[in-house]
């Protein structure tokens, strides 16, 4: 009894006895062929590919598990901070659409991302609110990621299907990586005014970018397609500009090789016009806003021809300073995708064979760093803070993660060394996860109990009456929470949005030297 390839995979999958998959004569042959012959046919022309066993699982499953924990810790012990403040003032005084005309006309020109702001704070009353609007972000950020990897994985390997359970397990690693890569996690992942602009239009732009790949063009996609690029013409202005360049690209790109009259017939083409459009729309309606011209001009001037020595220069500064950093997170959890990379294995060969795809890649990555940072140093005569940067740090995960996709996909590695670029890194990753929760804990649970008195403190001193000048103890460290820390100068923009969130009729400052 020989067993074949297709029958041996078939029996892994269907967790058949191997005996029952064998080649006779007559009907028990006829019986095999039939039962398996999608398999069989499936599993010559993928000879490299491996399945995840039960043990690689649990490692994907305990990053997860790790991680989730990690992110609802510190999101139960964040806080309202700086502008937060300023908004649930604004809320209060105006209601959510006048707050929203009234943002829209003096500063902030962001306006699905504050319209989210402006509903949250609604319902705001403790910080559970703040807690349950971390899981719904998390949430959507796993759900986009997730559902953009199977759309991919169905796009370019359609005879074959991922475990979902497993793919799952992939996106929560993505996101993971995301987490790690970012430049500055408290001002993406953890300050709400903030992170509805750049956590949430990243997670917006990888779902319509999957609605875009997506075979289906069903009334759910088409929704779904056109709130993600509203919002993500709506969120910064470096996603929004790096957004529409890429689908003029693709689109008239295809519109110049296959001519006009594809319209009328590709349906995914007219998919790629939508979603152009549509982010269009909600970008001219965001840089028209009157605020955005007064923020403008609070900022200093600076010219095209000034801004490309700029440019330069903070793309330096990234390459040199800040990625640098970041590259050992990278390879912890990027490595891993390795092992998903040959689960669709089917023509191996050597890294000389595969260079010129990882230059390509790396060649890419560049120019949408580049497109995508111009816009910001156009704006701001400079590099801007790193949670503007939150999109670099998204093209950098999906660099690495292509990577160790790509080798794992193309490249002949023995099965040993495979083996040992998931584990280790994957262990690392549980260290690493493990290892910021046990550090951060204390700190951030010190944090919020201290900024609730505060708070507390406050409120409790406005119900008496009080009007003197009222100094206070500075708050300790937040880790990796954005702290809500004010200054010992009363005219600080955090001084003052916190006294306004709080409807203060008294000043307040932070006990120093004057």
Known sequence: ??????????????????????????????IKIHTC?????????????????????GFLTAISVVFLLLYLMLSFHNRLAGDDYVNLYNLKLHGIWGALKYIYATWNAHMLPCLLIFSVLKIYHTHFTLFAYHIISIAG???????????????????????????????????????????SISETWF???????????????????????????SIPTIAVLTTSFL????????????????????????????????????????????????CLISFVINYSAPGRAYRQSCLPPV????????????????????????LPFALFFCAPFVLLGRQFSSRQSSFSESRKVFFRALAVFLLITILSLYPIVLAMSEMGPPRSLTHISFFLTCLFSFFFFYAGYRIRIPRKYIQAAFYIPAAGCI????????????????????????????????HKGNRDLIELDSLPPSGLLYSAEISHDTAFYATNDLGKGLFLDFKIRVKGEE
Not at 153 to 161: A, D, I, Q, R, V
Not at 303 to 325: Q, R, Y
């Open 231 to 278: 919002f993500t013409g709506s969120s910064s202005e470096a996603y929004a500009i790096t957004a529409l360049v890429l689908l003029l690209f693709v689109s008239g790109r295809q519109l110049m090789k296959e001519g006009f009259s594809t319209l009328s017939t590709d349906k995914n083409l007219k998919k790629i016009i939508l979603a152009f459009f549509l």
């Open 37 to 57: 012959t999608a398999f069989n046919i499936f599993a010559y022309a993928h000879p490299g590919m491996q399945t995840i066993n039960k043990i690689q699982a």
């Open 431 to 462: 260290l690493i996860i493990s290892d910021t929760f046990i550090t951060q804990y204390p700190v951030v649970s010190k944090y919020s109990e201290a900024a609730d008195k505060r708070v507390q403190f406050l409120e409790e001193l406005q």
């Open 303 to 326: 010219s095209v021809p000034h801004s490309i020595p700029t440019l330069g220069i903070s793309l330096l500064k990234i390459m040199l300073l800040m990625i640098p950093v970041k």
């Open 141 to 183: 950020t796993i759900a986009s990621f997730y559902i953009l990897l199977k759309e991919l994985l169905s796009k370019f390997f359609p005879g074959h299907k991922a475990n979902k359970f497993i793919l799952l397990n992939y996106a929560v690693l993505l996101c993971a990586s995301f987490f790690f890569l970012s430049f």
């Open 191 to 217: 300050w709400f005014s903030t992170s509805t602009t750049y956590l949430w239009g990243i997670s917006a732009c990888a779902l319509g970018i999957a609605c875009l790949v997506s075979s289906s063009y």
């Open 1 to 30: 009894m020989v067993l074949t390839p297709g029958t041996e995979f078939c029996s892994r999958l269907r967790g058949i006895e191997p005996n029952l998959l064998v080649r006779r004569s007559g009907t028990q042959r006829r």
